[in-house]
């Protein structure tokens, strides 16, 4: 209970790098301790993440809620820390050295959270018996790509977030055979997918028949291209949500097309295109590419709500990695990548709960009469929270204990 206490306290806190030695100093404990809780004690972490899970379907739940998925990379120095190596880090833009989490987030009217994740461990990683050995990955775990992973959390916690949509940046959507597999699971799925990708437009006109062979069709082209050529009229203006500055505006178009998003995997399956646009921090028109499987008369507004429940999920990580120190650990091994990655989820879930009570709390009531009052209630609730979390390690350490040993906690 303590380590959970001081460690979920300090990932709360205003420390500048939250790690283990800057939570231990600033609690005035042996980093030691702390140390072995994160990264060798063998308590597991799922117990934790499925109450995470069920805690957001249970207050944020609605029939048309959004799962999200998001690879994030924590950029790392060195080549020992479990699945570090030069790879895309989709935040940094680049090919950079550092880890990669696929994270699982959930979106409705209500709010927003972060729900489950997994640490993508790279192909040389999962043939490397020392350096397995080594960070302590469990013998079970074999190569997984991320889509694998991200199917995985849905077959594992889709049951408990209520949802009608499964959406994705453009990783998660580049992948024709992603795509397949969440029609085969009958999920409904709006992802994004690259300037670059081929599209065939079939609610254009076919060109003029030669009077020879087979019927002419439109021809494949990039989709950058293909909306290059839209007249102004074709989009559609929706108000997403009012902003800081006023009203945020998303232009809008679909079609119906054939895709073709990577050269070796031919699927003529029909998806539905979606373009957004909207004008980026400096003022220049920003363009978002999506393909879906829903019916082609889905309302846009629909659509726009999905676009804005993806873009939550982003902040959603933003907030994480700067509120809850979800980049700032120094761990090397499996379990603790794990250990650290639930703690931060479970207090940026901490960040949301109080957002929305705070929203509430504040609704047509005075703030300066009710800030003293509410702080103190906060600090009531950040001990309810570490509670509940250290009651779920105590029965997953005796779950555990029927069946083997495990380290103190």
């Not at 940094?92 to 994270?103: E, F, H, P, R």
């Not at 982003?314 to 990548?337: H, Q």
Request: hydrophobic fraction near 35%.
């Amino acid at each position: 209970r303590q380590n959970a206490r001081v460690y979920i306290s300090g990932l709360l806190s205003d420390l500048e790098r939250k790690n283990v030695e800057s939570i231990a100093y600033r609690h005035d404990q042996d980093r030691r301790g702390l140390q072995r809780f994160i990264g060798l004690a063998a308590w597991p972490h799922q117990p934790l993440l499925e109450e995470l899970v069920q805690q957001a379907g249970a207050e944020l739940g609605e029939d048309d809620g959004v799962i999200v998925f998001d690879p994030s990379g924590h950029k790392k120095c060195g080549n020992d820390s479990v699945g570090v190596k030069r790879q895309w880090l989709g935040r940094l833009g680049k090919v950079d050295n550092g880890q990669v989490g696929i994270y699982m987030g959930y979106a409705s009217r209500k709010d927003h959270a972060l729900a489950d994740v997994r640490l993508y461990l790279p192909k040389d990683w999962a043939k490397d018996r020392k350096r397995r050995k080594k960070c302590g990955v469990p013998k079970e775990i074999r190569y997984q790509t991320r889509h694998e992973l991200a199917l995985d959390m849905l077959k594992t916690n889709g049951k408990y977030l209520p949802h009608k949509w499964i959406a994705g940046d453009d990783e998660m959507g580049r992948s024709s055979r992603f795509r397949h597999d969440l029609r085969a699971l009958d999920e409904q799925y709006f992802l994004d997918v690259p300037s670059n990708t081929n599209i065939r437009d079939l609610e254009a006109p076919c060109p003029a028949y030669g009077g020879r062979g087979r019927l002419s069709k439109q021809p494949f082209q990039r989709v950058d291209v293909w909306c290059d050529s839209l007249d102004k009229d074709t989009w559609a203006r929706i108000n997403v949500r009012d902003g800081e500055k006023g009203p945020l505006v998303l232009e809008i178009v679909k079609r119906r097309v054939v895709a073709r998003t990577e050269r070796s995997y031919r699927d003529a399956t029909e998806e539905l295109l979606v373009v957004t646009r909207s004008l980026d921090e400096n003022g220049k028109m920003k363009y978002d590419y999506h393909l879906s499987n829903a019916h082609p008369d889905t309302p846009l507004e629909e659509l726009a709500r999905v676009v804005k429940a993806e873009h939550r999920i982003e902040d959603c990580i933003k907030r994480s990695k700067s509120e809850a120190g979800l980049s700032d650990y120094e761990v090397r091994t499996w379990a603790g990548w794990y250990h650290h990655q639930t703690l931060s989820l479970i207090a940026t879930w901490f960040l949301v709960r109080e957002t929305h009570r705070g929203k509430k709390i504040y609704s047509g009531v005075d703030r300066a009469t009710s800030s003293h009052s509410a702080g103190s209630a906060v600090a009531s609730r950040v001990r309810s929270q570490v509670s509940w979390l250290a009651d779920a390690l105590c029965a997953a350490k005796k779950r555990t204990q029927r069946t083997g040993s495990l380290s103190s906690l």
